[in-house]
């Protein structure tokens, strides 16, 4: 047996119980560089769980392009730190979260000009870009525990999309 569900957009109300949203929607918090730069400061909430021996680092994914419908049969999450994902093309790309195994996830669509942060401990699909380069630079935990629990689904979620 298939479940479906259809893809929403992305928005920071949508998401906060998730993540964070990285975005230049509205004022930026400080002008820099001489008034030629916006800073949207401190948006998003990293954690790594340094008590644990973690540390933050970036890391450069290179993923495949996927498309819709969109087979979703694995959730995971990381119980030891946060986990962003920032584009290194402005093209959207899939975001999958749910509030449990159990639960129905939700799918959103970024709009190209926005990235993502997961809480620590969010369910969360793996990176799925949809068009453009593939290419993200990845900030979460490096440490030597494997910070991943994952969820296999006993029947797999087919996610649409219409635009
Ligand atoms: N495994 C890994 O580094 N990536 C996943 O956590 C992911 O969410 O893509
Ligand atoms: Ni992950």
């Not at 893809?7 to 008034?35: C, H, M, R, S, W």
């Not at 129905?104 to 190209?112: D, E, K, M, Q, S």
């Not at 942060?117 to 793996?126: A, E, I, K, L, S």
Request: proline share 9%; with cysteine.
């Amino acid at each position: 047996m298939t479940r479906s569900i259809t893809t929403e957009p992305l928005t920071p109300e949508a998401f906060a119980p998730y993540g964070d949203v990285l975005d230049v929607e509205g004022a930026p918090d400080k002008i820099i560089n001489q008034g030629k730069c916006g800073r949207y400061h401190d948006r998003a909430r990293v954690d790594v769980t340094p008590e644990s021996g973690g540390r933050v680092g970036i890391s450069v994914f290179h993923a495949e392009l996927r498309t819709f419908p969109y087979t979703l049969d694995l959730i995971e999450r990381h119980p030891e730190g946060s986990q962003a994902f920032v584009p290194m093309s402005a093209d959207p790309f899939l975001v999958v979260v749910a509030d449990g195994p159990d639960a129905p996830p939700r799918a959103f669509v970024t709009n190209g000009a926005q990235a993502i942060n997961f809480h620590r401990g969010t369910w969360h699909g793996v990176l799925t870009p949809l068009t453009g380069s593939g290419m993200f630079a990845v900030v979460d935990r490096i440490g030597e525990t494997p910070n991943l629990e994952e969820h296999w689904f006993e029947a797999p979620w087919l996610i649409t999309h219409t635009v």
